[in-house]
């Protein structure tokens, strides 16, 4: 719409159904490459996406056109469509229900692009409970844990 202005960046998280392993590291580069291809048809800016064999970070330059659930959903339906189309895991993949989602100032852009690209070294020393619930604490949202994701410790 003319005269209309913004810039939102949020960062997504979101993990495999049961925070089963199944993203592999011989695909997942093409997992993060067609999710970034969903943010962008959807008519976003798709800065990172990258994640681990469980879970997906994704950090997004939001357009006001479509409410942020939308394009969860969608990431989730397509990229589960192409996991399942391509026979990359064996039985059928598919996401947890809910996300996360968090908001960043232009000022904060580098840092976040870091975390996220280095996310296999993270997960090295954080387990993803630990992580999900320090951006819940951080970015002070208020959760009831048993809503949260289902837990592999």
Known sequence: MPGTYSQIYIQLVFAVKGRENLISKTWRD?????ISGIITNKGHKSIIVNGVSDHIHAFVGLKPVMAISDLVRD???N?????????????????QEGYGAFSYAQSQIENVYNYIQNQEQHHQRKKFRQEYIEFLEEFQVTY???YLFDWID
């Open 30 to 34: 093409e997992l993060h490459k067609y």
């Open 144 to 146: 009831d844990e048993k």
């Open 79 to 95: 990229s589960s469509k192409f996991i399942n189309e391509s026979n990359l895991v064996k039985g059928k993949f598919a996401w």
């Open 75 to 77: 990431m989730k339906n």
